[in-house]
């Protein structure tokens, strides 16, 4: 029911914000050079939420399009355009990714996987089983029940996330009498996939740079 009236509260403020957007004036035209996608409008330059051609876009502060990201919890493609009801906050400026590998290329750092959302509701996991033919609810006597509390849904395609250098990383350990530990971690640990077997983790994007690492427990 949260995740319905999530998705309701979304929708209506994009409806409203798509009301307050002028007619995109003659001189308007995308454009591109080698550090990416801008939008020029007249003498400026678009920055912030924009609606362009029927699909919503986010520019940061310098004019470039963000893309393959979350911001403010709302995935945007590789494109650069709003995924409806892609709505992957935790909360603010964080959202939860499934990551497959962790790589370094000229000398920058990445990380690739997949946006992904934590579901307890019923309907919900019902609607993932008819769209994807796998089952995530357990049906017996006493009921139908989503097993430890909830599962991890991907929403999004493939995507690669840049690090930042300074990034804050923290995985998951345990002593020798089972207590969970939190532990202090390089980038280092992500490419040699120390952290596979809990792949999931809580990140923080900043201006599209991952900042922050932090490895979510399951059972």
Do not use: C
């Amino acid at each position: 029911m949260k995740n319905k009236l999530l998705k309701a509260v979304i929708a209506i403020m994009f409806t409203g914000l798509s009301t307050l957007v002028l007619p995109v004036g003659v001189n308007a035209e995308w454009k591109q050079n080698s550090t990416g996608w801008w939008y020029e409008d007249g003498n400026s330059y678009a920055t912030g939420w924009k609606s362009i051609g029927g699909n919503w876009y986010y520019f940061y502060s310098n004019g470039y399009m963000a893309s393959n990201t979350a911001i403010d919890g709302y995935y945007l493609n590789s494109s650069g355009a709003w995924v409806p009801n892609a709505y992957v906050g935790t909360s603010k400026g964080k959202t939860l990714f499934y990551i497959n590998r962790g790589y370094e290329k000229n000398n920058k750092k990445y990380i690739e996987g997949y946006f992904d959302r934590f579901v307890t509701d019923l309907d919900e996991a019902r609607d993932y089983e008819r769209r994807t033919g796998d089952q995530v609810i357990v049906h017996d006597d006493t009921g139908d029940y989503i097993p430890d509390d909830g599962f991890d849904m991907p929403i999004s395609n493939t995507t690669v996330l840049e690090v930042a250098d300074n990034v804050n990383i923290s995985e998951i350990d345990f002593n020798s009498k089972g207590q969970v530990l939190i532990v202090n971690k390089d980038f280092n640990s992500i490419i040699v996939g120390k952290y596979k077997d809990r792949p999931i983790f809580e990140i923080t994007i900043k201006d599209g740079m991952v900042t922050e690492l932090h490895q979510e427990y399951r059972p």
